[in-house]
């Protein structure tokens, strides 16, 4: 559950369906929520679908429910709901269906596998600095907001998007080996469809059970098997998946770095890449030798492959050179014109604006919503051992029909899909791109404002530091 959108899990039909929440229900409420559900679709296809490329994108269809449901799913699921989002609950029986990203059988339709499917949940963030928009000199965004969460819960992440953005392939298992060690919403692992941890660490015993036997490789001509740390190898894998080109048909190697193993021993410090003057750059350094408490984001970066995911994310949000405050007078400028911001949407959706006098604004708008929605998706990445070739013995009477009309335009025979190697073994992956909601135009300002308390916040925690 987020705070605008609630996911559930159809397992029997391999679906999920996500259902936008709201304040109330009166019908202005749902007739809101009724729009953005249209827009949804029409900014997938118009907008989308051009950036990121068929690839990455989830099919989805609009779904309806009887008033009954929805109730019989409200009363369901309240025990189980954070307390923090109770203050928005779901009352439009209208929401998008589409494949369970968490189950094997919508990554891999047809193939033969061995053992269990590991799926990871990932939000970047923003992986590139636009300096007007950073209200802090040194730091990105996400970095000035932990200060901002550390003040107001004790905790901050030793995450910065800026590493796993930075093409230098320690920087990112830096990274990632920091979202592990403090995952908060920004990194969730589940195994065969189920969760493995909390917010807190994925150093849970569940988690560490789960990918340890994962990762067992047995050896016919030894009595033992032998195996590596079930969380180095996740970060491995997930960092070559993230930077490899994503081709059918294609087969990357992927090395187990000790010093991302034991993730729970590693003594965090909320610290990104930039350390000092006269130090080595840290993209040498394991995780417990950063020295600096002080926190500065590295821009220093290394080109990514135009095909990887994380490549496409960072074209897509590079796409955007002006402030928050530009675009808001871009806004201003043309609802003084005589537009309203629902006339505004309607023309970017259906890209129907190109003989309109508006046509250079209306294109920063676009720019921009591009730039924000790439800024705040995630990334889903499953992971599944290939069967031995001697040991092949393809079966595809278990695809539920919905998932084969969903997924037609995948790839179903294991020749076609992509491949890592690591350890001797061979790992099938699949990766996605899901939460690509455009964001309203009429929240720049809170976005401004929150920004200004992230910073006011960095500046109370440095007196007192001081």
């Known amino acids: ?35 953005k559900l249209q827009n949804m679709m029409l900014y997938t296809e118009r907008i989308l679908k051009p950036a990121f490329g068929d690839k990455f994108l989830v099919p989805h269809s609009l779904l309806s ?27 439009l029986p209208r929401g998008l269906m589409m494949p369970d990203l968490t189950s094997a059988i919508t990554h891999f339709p047809g193939a033969d596998l061995s053992g269990g499917c590991i799926s990871v949940e990932l939000k970047p963030k923003a992986g590139i600095i636009l300096p007007s928009n950073c209200p802090h000199p040194e730091l990105c965004n996400f970095c000035l907001k932990q200060h901002y969460k550390y003040s107001a819960e004790h905790e901050r992440s030793p995450y910065c998007p800026l590493d796993l953005f930075s093409g230098d392939m320690s920087r990112v298992k830096k990274a990632i080996a920091a979202l592990m060690h403090s995952p908060q919403n920004n990194l969730r692992i589940f195994g065969d469809g189920k969760l493995l941890h909390d917010e807190s660490t994925t150093r849970t015993q569940h988690c560490d059970n789960f990918l340890n036997l994962w990762t067992t490789i047995h050896q016919p001509d030894c009595k033992d098997s032998w195996r590596t740390d079930g969380q ?24 187990v770095d ?51 995911v994380l490549g496409r994310i960072l074209d897509v949000q590079s796409i955007n050179s002006h402030s928050d405050h530009d675009i808001k007078g871009v806004l201003q400028d043309l609802m003084n014109e005589g537009l ?4 505004i949407n309607n023309l970017i959706f259906h890209h129907c604006y190109q003989t309109s006098p508006h046509k250079e604004k209306l294109d920063r708008l676009r720019d921009y919503m591009l730039h924000t929605t790439a800024q705040d998706l995630s990334i889903f990445i499953a992971f599944a051992k290939e069967k031995a070739r001697e040991n092949r013995s393809a079966d595809t009477t278990g695809l539920p029909t919905k998932t084969r009309e969903n997924m037609s ?31 309203p135009l009429s929240s720049i300002q809170k976005k401004i404002d929150k920004k200004q308390k992230w910073l006011e916040a960095y500046n109370n925690q440095t007196k007192n530091d001081s």
Do not use: W
Not at 66 to 91: F, T
Not at 277 to 283: A, D, F, V
Not at 340 to 343: C, G, I, K, V, Y
């Open 1 to 35: 559950e987020g705070n605008a959108n609630l996911v559930i899990a159809i397992k029997e039909e391999n679906v999920i369906i996500r259902l936008p929440k709201s304040e109330n229900s009166s019908d202005i409420e749902n007739l809101n929520l009724e729009v």
């Open 340 to 343: 309203s911001e629902a006339e």
């Open 258 to 308: 000790s010093r991302t193993s034991n993730v729970e021993k590693k003594k965090l410090r909320p610290s990104c890449s930039r350390i000092s003057k006269n130090s080595t750059s840290s993209c040498d350094k394991s995780l417990t030798e950063i020295e600096s408490k002080k926190r500065n984001c590295s821009e220093k970066y290394e080109k990514l492959e135009s095909d990887s």
């Open 409 to 439: 335009d995948r790839n179903c025979e294991n020749g076609d899909l992509s491949r890592i190697e690591m350890n001797g073994e061979v790992y099938l992956f699949s990766i996605k791109i899901v939460d690509l909601d455009p964001k």
């Open 232 to 255: 180095s190898g996740l970060v491995s894998l997930l960092a070559t998946a993230l930077t490899a080109p994503y081709l059918p048909n294609s087969l990357h190697n992927a090395d």
């Open 65 to 91: 429910i009887s008033s009954h449901q929805l109730q019989c799913l409200r009363e369901g699921i309240r025990g189980v709901r954070p307390a923090k989002r109770l203050h928005k609950d779901v009352y």
